[in-house]
């Protein structure tokens, strides 16, 4: 004969988890914080304050700052990106500051960047070594050493020099002015 036993069923209740226990702030101050590992994140969508990471696709959502090496966003709104290699197609992106920067469709306040590529894209201003630029975009402020390409520019490096030197003599002028009076 065989010894045969009924199965059990697991109880409805869960397992006892101990509780958390908190650490002093000296403790957690005197204990040596683990770097966070870094990984190739999987293309997010939500909502983050801010990431660090090697890479990143972000697609439909808003960040606040990336600094990764290649950063990929695609219908979003970043606050800010640092990156070897920056992308942005159909976003709102308030600062870039990387070697290479694209934009496809999209708004930049700001960049800092060697190599810019911009494809119907509005752009506030941009510092960088050279500019292409595809049709349909506008930059209004431009410091570039060189620009290639179509985009519709405001103000570029001499037309900022004589509109500072303009605003300058008017400024001599208003004070002059209001010292003979006094």
């Given at each position: 004969?065989?010894?045969?036993?009924?199965?059990?069923?697991?109880?409805?209740?869960?397992?006892?988890?101990?509780?958390?226990?908190?650490?002093?702030?000296?403790?957690?101050?005197?204990?040596?914080?683990?770097?966070?590992?870094?990984?190739?994140?999987?293309?997010?969508?939500g909502s983050l304050d801010a990431v660090a990471v090697d890479l990143l696709e972000f697609e439909r959502g808003a960040i606040g700052?990336?600094?990764?090496?290649?950063?990929?966003?695609?219908?979003?709104?970043?606050?800010?990106?640092?990156?070897?290699?920056?992308?942005?197609?159909?976003?709102?992106?308030?600062?870039?500051?990387?070697?290479?920067?694209?934009?496809?469709?999209?708004?930049?306040?700001?960049?800092?960047?060697?190599?810019?590529?911009?494809?119907?894209?509005?752009?506030?201003?941009?510092?960088?070594?050279?500019?292409?630029?595809?049709?349909?975009?506008?930059?209004?402020?431009?410091?570039?050493?060189?620009i290639d390409g179509e985009a519709k520019i405001l103000l570029d490096w001499r037309g900022a020099l004589a509109l500072g030197a303009?605003?300058?003599?008017?400024?001599?002028?208003?004070?002059?002015?209001?010292?003979?009076?006094?």
């Amino acid at each position: 004969m065989t010894d045969q036993t009924e199965p059990t069923l697991p109880t409805a209740e869960p397992p006892a988890v101990p509780p958390r226990r908190r650490r002093s702030r000296a403790a957690a101050a005197a204990a040596p914080a683990e770097p966070p590992t870094p990984r190739a994140a999987e293309p997010a969508t939500g909502s983050l304050d801010a990431v660090a990471v090697d890479l990143l696709e972000f697609e439909r959502g808003a960040i606040g700052g990336v600094r990764a090496t290649d950063v990929s966003a695609r219908l979003a709104a970043v606050g800010g990106i640092a990156a070897n290699h920056a992308s942005v197609d159909q976003g709102f992106v308030s600062g870039i500051a990387a070697r290479e920067a694209t934009v496809r469709q999209g708004y930049v306040r700001g960049m800092l960047a060697q190599q810019v590529h911009l494809e119907q894209t509005l752009v506030r201003s941009v510092v960088a070594n050279t500019v292409q630029a595809g049709p349909s975009t506008g930059i209004a402020v431009a410091l570039a050493r060189r620009i290639d390409g179509e985009a519709k520019i405001l103000l570029d490096w001499r037309g900022a020099l004589a509109l500072g030197a303009t605003l300058g003599v008017a400024l001599v002028v208003v004070r002059l002015g209001g010292a003979r009076r006094g």
